[in-house]
Structure formats: C-alpha cells, structure tokens
C-alpha cells in the first residue's frame, strides 16, 4: 500500500490547513489511520489517529480542541483539519497505516511521504 500527505502549505498563526492522507493499493476500511509530525531536530510526535469504522480517535493532548481527524471510506482518505495553528505546529506531517490506533510509531506498518506545514509569527 502506498500513502500520500498532501494539503500542507506556509499559513501565519491562527490560519487552519486541512491534510489529507489517501491511500493507493489498499483501502482504508480495515485499518487505523495515524497522522505523524516531526519538527527539525525533534523526535515524531503523534498527532491524531482513527480507527477503521471512525468510531475510535485518539489525540495528542498538545493538539485537543483544534485539530479533527476524519475519515472518508469511499474516497479512501482520511483527513486531519487542524484549525488555530501556531508556530509549534510547524513540522512535516505523515500519515500512516496500521492495525489498531494508537500514539506508537512502531504499532503502523506503512508510511506515506510527509507534507510540510509551517506556520509563520
């Protein structure tokens, strides 16, 4: 299965910017969903992730309250709307595929390429 971030793009704080995570090969129906973020000189950090029937989510305390993951089956891609941006926020973002959600990178089998969202002062 192939992954592909895309949406990312430079705003100023306070701007939103909705990424999509679609995914070719494979569907998403019977998989959980991660978005990933690693900032330069940083480790990856979890963002948000979502189950296959959208009933699980799960987010990165840091994130709560701004950002909302979503899926759409029938167009096998999940999105990630991330809404009152900071410069924190600046980082490349990935999407990437795995059995159960959860905030361990370990736990997903297939990565996209990231997308990079950088958010000016």
């Known amino acids: 299965v192939q992954l592909q971030a895309s949406g990312g793009g430079l705003v100023q704080t306070g701007a939103s910017l909705r990424l999509s995570c679609t995914a070719f090969?494979?569907?998403?129906?019977?998989?959980?969903i991660g978005w990933f973020r690693q900032a330069p000189d940083k480790e990856r950090e979890f963002v948000a992730g979502i189950s296959w029937s959208g009933r699980q989510i799960l987010y990165a305390d840091s994130v709560k309250g701004r950002f909302t993951i979503s899926k759409n089956n029938a167009e096998n891609t999940v999105y990630l709307q991330m809404n009152s941006l900071t410069p924190e926020d600046t980082a490349v973002y990935s999407c990437?595929?795995?059995?159960?959600?959860?905030?361990?990178?370990?736990?997903?089998?297939?990565w996209g390429q990231g997308t990079q969202v950088t958010v000016s002062s």
């Open positions: 090969g494979r569907t998403f129906s019977s998989n959980a």
């Open positions: 990437a595929d795995g059995g159960v959600v959860t905030d361990t990178p370990g736990q997903y089998n297939y």
